[in-house]
C-alpha cells in the first residue's frame, strides 16, 4: 500500500474556502509557530495569589534605586504596587466639598485664604480644585492651586496667579435689625467691596439665610439681600461672608443668559466653562460657552441650547463653591517620632502625631503608566499626572500639581526624559476642560514644570486632523501618537518649538490606548479594521490571513479594551479583544503572529486578559484577567497547575490524488514530545475528519490517543478529503508537531 504525507503550511488562516486551505491550519486554540511547525503553546502561574479589585487595565514593571522590583497595578478601581508578594493600595484619593464660600484675599498678595467646614486636617501634599468658578478680592479662582499654607483644622491657604485687587474679608453683623421675615443686613461699617449679585451667606446660622440668596442693593452699612431670613434671623456676632459665584439672568422666550461674575476680566469670544451642571427658569448650564457679549467689569453674556421658560435669576451651584481636594497621604509631620502613634502607624521609626485629611479612592475606565526613574507616574484616563516613589514615604499616589489635570493618557520620552500627556488639559480664560487632539509636554528633567517659557523645554501642540488622540510610544530617536484617523510622528528640534509634528501614517489609526507595542525595533498596531506596523520601510498593512476572526468577530462598542501582547521571547506580536459573545465586553480572544518566523504565521484563539506588560525586570510576559487574576506568562506547561488545552484543525486535503476514494488504515504521528531533558510524557489525541467533497459534513474518527511510544495509529475510514484536529488536555507537557503519514490504498470511483 502506498504512504501519503502532509507537512502543515505554517499558519491559521480563515479566509480561504476548506480546500483552497489544504494543509494549512482552519482553527487554533492556545498554540504557536516555531521554525514553521505548530506547537502547544506556553502556559501560566500566578505572579500574585490573590484576586486584585477591579478589572485591570494596566501594568508596569520598573526597579528603584535600591534593586527592588516592583509591578504597578491600575484596574477600575484601585490604583496599587506590589513588591515581592506583597499588595500596596496606593490609589489617588479626592474629597468634594460644597459649602458657603468663606474667602479672604488681601490687596496687592496673592495669598487666597480659604475656610471649608467639611475639611480637618488638609496638608501642604494637597491640591484643591475650584470646580464652582469663585471670585474675590478681583482673582477669579479657578482650577487647581496646590495647597501653600495650613492656618488650622479647616481653614488653609492658596496663591492665586495675580495679586488681589482690593481686600476681601468677611464683615460681621453687629446688630439684630434683620430678624423673622425681614431681609436688610446692617453693619458698624461699611462693607465697601460688597457689591449687588454677590452671593451672601451666614457662617454661623449657616439655615438663616437661604441658599444662593444674593445681594440686591448696597446703601452705605445697609446690605438688602433677595430673599427673607428665616428665624431667628441674623444677629450680633453672625459671620456674613459675601462672594462672587457666577450668578444667570434668564428671560422668557430668550436663548441668552447673562452672567454676573465679579471683574470676571473676559472679552467677547473667550471661552468660559461651567463644570457642574446649574438648572433654572427652564435652561441648564453646563460645560464650555462662548461669550458674545461683554457689559462691564462684572456682567457678560452666552447663548444656552434652549429658550428660557421664564425669566428670573439663579446661581450656580445654587450658591455655594465645589472644590475638589486631590489628597496625598503622608508622609509622617516633622517632629513625629518613636512613640508618638499608634504602632505601626507612620514610616518605619517615626510614628505619627495626627491625622490628615482622607477621602475617597478615585475609579477609572483605564490607566497608563511609566517610570520617571525610580517613581512611577500614573494616569487615570481623564484625569491628572499621579506620582508615587516607592521609598518615598507616602501612603498613595499624589496628584502632581502642576501638571495638566486632565488627560487621556501619558508616557515618558526617556530620550531627553520629557513626560508626554495626550487628550490634555485646555486653559480657558475661566475654567479647564479636556481637548482630546491637544498634546502636553514638561520641561526636560523636570517633570513639576509645565508653563513653556524660552529657558525651558516644556511645550504643546495640537494635531489639527481628528476627533480624539487614541495613544502615544516613545520610540527610538521619536515619539508616536495615534489618532482615530492617522499616525503621527514628534521629532526633537530644540527651541522655540522644542517638537516637530508630522503626519507619517495616513489612515493608520489606532483602535484603542493599549493598542500599540514594539517588538524587534518595529512598532505594531491594531487600527479599527487593519492591524499595522512601522518598520525602515515606513508605515504598511500588515496581512491578516485571520482577518475575519478579528473585524468580523468584535463587540465593536467595547473596542476601548483591546489590548498589545508583545511576547519578546517568542517574538510575537498579538492583541487580546472582545469578540461578539463578550456580552460584558471583556477581552476574551486574542490574535497574533510570529515576527520572524518565515511568511509570519498567525494564529488565534480564546484567552481572556485585559492588561498585559512585555518581558520586564520581572521576567516573562505578565497579563491578567478581567476576574482580577495576575498571572506570569511562559513559566510552564499548564495553565496554572490545570490543563491547558490547546487544539488546532486543519484545513482539507485530498488523501490521494484521483478519481479514486482512499481507505486508510494506519497513520504514523511524528511528534517532538519535551524540551531538552524534560519527560517525554505528553499525551495527544488525533481526531481524522472524513469527507467526499468540501461542503459535506465530515465523519470523524477517533480522538486516538498518542504518545512518545506510539509508532502507528490503527485506524479504518474511506473517504476522498480528510482533515485532521490534534489536541491535548494533559498536565506537565509539551508537543510540536512535523510531518504526518498515513497509508492508504485505493477503494472505489467516485
Avoid at 453672625?238 to 428671560?251: G, H, L, W
Avoid at 450656580?316 to 486631590?326: P, S, T
Avoid at 505601626?344 to 475609579?363: A, F, L, N
Avoid at 490524488?657 to 510524557?681: L, M, N
Amino acid at each position: 500500500m502506498p504512504f501519503g504525507e502532509v507537512r502543515l503550511i505554517p499558519g491559521v488562516n480563515v479566509e480561504r474556502t476548506p480546500t483552497l486551505l489544504e494543509a494549512g491550519v482552519a482553527q487554533s486554540q492556545l498554540i504557536r509557530y516555531k521554525d514553521g511547525l505548530v506547537q502547544k503553546l506556553g502556559g501560566w502561574q500566578k505572579f500574585y495569589p490573590n484576586a486584585v479589585p477591579g478589572v485591570p487595565r494596566d501594568l508596569h514593571a520598573w526597579e528603584d534605586l535600591n534593586g527592588t522590583n516592583h509591578l504597578g497595578m491600575g484596574s477600575t478601581t484601585q490604583l496599587a504596587v506590589i513588591t515581592g508578594g506583597v499588595y500596596q493600595d496606593i490609589t489617588p484619593q479626592i474629597l468634594t466639598s460644597d459649602f458657603a464660600p468663606n474667602i479672604s484675599a488681601t490687596a496687592g498678595t496673592t495669598t487666597v485664604s480659604i475656610t471649608d467646614p467639611n475639611i480637618s486636617n488638609v496638608t501642604i501634599y494637597d491640591s484643591v480644585f475650584f470646580n464652582v468658578p469663585v471670585s474675590q478680592g478681583g482673582i477669579v479662582l479657578s482650577g487647581l492651586y496646590p495647597i501653600t499654607l495650613i492656618g488650622g483644622a479647616h481653614t488653609f491657604n492658596i496663591a492665586a496667579a495675580t495679586a488681589a485687587a482690593t481686600t476681601a474679608l468677611n464683615p460681621n453683623a453687629t446688630n439684630a435689625s434683620t430678624i423673622a421675615g425681614g431681609n436688610t443686613l446692617n453693619f458698624t461699617a461699611t462693607p465697601s467691596w460688597v457689591v449687588a449679585n454677590m452671593v451672601v451667606s451666614d457662617i454661623i446660622a449657616t439655615t438663616a439665610i437661604p441658599a444662593g440668596a444674593i445681594v440686591s442693593s448696597v446703601t452705605g452699612t445697609t446690605v438688602v439681600i433677595s430673599t427673607t431670613v428665616a428665624s431667628p434671623g441674623v444677629g450680633s456676632g453672625d459671620n456674613i461672608v459675601f462672594s462672587s459665584v457666577p450668578v444667570f439672568t434668564a428671560t422668557s422666550g430668550g436663548a441668552n443668559v447673562s452672567v454676573y461674575l465679579n471683574n470676571h476680566g473676559l472679552a467677547a469670544g473667550a471661552t468660559v466653562i461651567f463644570p457642574v451642571s446649574t438648572t433654572g427658569n427652564g435652561v441648564t448650564i453646563v460645560g464650555a460657552y462662548t461669550v458674545i457679549s461683554v457689559t462691564d467689569a462684572n456682567n457678560f453674556s452666552i447663548t444656552v441650547a434652549n429658550q428660557a421658560s421664564t425669566s428670573g435669576v439663579f446661581v450656580m451651584n445654587n450658591g455655594k463653591a465645589e472644590l475638589i481636594y486631590y489628597i496625598n497621604l503622608g508622609p509622617p509631620a516633622i517632629g513625629a517620632g518613636y512613640g508618638l502613634g499608634t504602632y505601626g502607624s507612620g514610616g518605619y521609626g517615626t510614628g505619627v502625631t495626627g491625622s490628615s485629611q482622607t477621602g475617597t479612592e478615585i475609579t477609572a475606565t483605564d490607566w497608563t503608566m511609566d517610570n520617571w526613574g525610580q517613581i512611577l507616574m500614573a494616569c487615570p484616563r481623564g484625569g491628572g499626572v499621579y506620582e508615587f516613589n516607592p521609598i518615598g514615604g507616602f501612603a498613595n499616589a499624589g496628584l502632581v500639581p502642576n501638571a495638566p489635570i486632565f488627560n487621556n493618557g501619558m508616557f515618558i520620552s526617556n530620550s531627553q526624559q520629557i513626560m508626554f500627556v495626550w487628550g490634555s488639559t485646555a486653559v480657558e480664560n475661566i475654567g479647564v476642560e479636556l481637548d482630546p487632539m491637544l498634546i502636553a509636554w514638561c520641561d526636560s528633567g523636570n517633570f513639576s514644570q509645565w508653563t513653556p517659557l524660552t529657558t525651558n523645554q516644556a511645550g504643546n501642540f495640537r494635531i489639527p486632523i481628528g476627533s480624539k488622540i487614541m495613544g502615544g510610544m516613545a520610540v527610538a530617536n521619536q515619539n508616536l501618537f495615534w489618532t482615530d484617523l492617522d499616525l503621527w510622528a514628534a521629532n526633537y528640534q530644540g527651541q522655540p518649538f522644542v517638537y516637530g509634528f508630522n503626519k507619517i501614517g495616513a489612515g493608520a489609526g489606532l483602535i484603542s490606548s493599549h493598542a500599540a507595542q514594539q517588538l524587534r525595533g518595529n512598532v505594531y498596531w491594531m487600527g479599527p479594521s487593519n492591524f499595522y506596523g512601522f518598520t525602515g520601510s515606513g508605515v504598511s498593512v500588515i496581512p491578516c490571513p485571520v482577518w475575519d476572526f478579528v473585524f468580523q468577530n468584535m463587540n465593536t462598542s467595547f473596542v476601548q479594551n483591546v489590548r498589545a501582547l508583545p511576547n519578546t521571547p517568542y517574538n510575537e506580536a498579538g492583541w487580546e479583544f472582545p469578540s461578539a459573545a463578550s456580552a460584558n465586553g471583556e477581552n476574551d480572544s486574542y490574535v497574533k503572529f510570529n515576527i520572524t518566523d518565515p511568511g509570519a504565521p498567525w494564529d488565534y484563539g480564546s484567552l481572556a486578559r485585559s492588561a498585559w506588560i512585555d518581558q520586564t525586570v520581572l521576567g516573562n510576559p505578565i497579563g491578567a484577567s478581567p476576574t482580577g487574576i495576575i498571572y506570569q506568562h511562559e513559566t510552564s506547561n499548564d495553565a496554572d497547575g490545570q490543563p491547558m488545552l490547546p487544539a488546532f484543525t486543519t484545513g482539507y486535503f485530498y488523501i490521494a490524488e484521483g478519481e479514486d476514494y482512499a481507505f486508510v488504515d494506519q497513520i504514523y504521528p511524528d511528534f517532538r514530545w519535551s524540551f531538552f531533558g524534560a519527560a517525554q510524557t505528553a499525551q495527544i489525541q488525533l481526531t481524522f475528519n472524513v469527507t467526499n467533497y468540501p461542503g459535506d459534513a465530515p465523519t470523524s474518527y477517533g480522538p486516538y490517543t498518542v504518545t512518545q511510544s506510539t509508532e502507528y495509529v490503527s485506524v479504518r475510514f474511506r473517504g476522498a478529503l480528510m482533515s485532521i484536529t490534534v489536541a491535548s488536555s494533559d498536565v506537565g507537557s509539551f508537543w510540536r508537531l512535523g510531518k504526518v503519514r498515513y497509508r492508504y490504498a485505493a477503494a472505489g470511483r467516485r
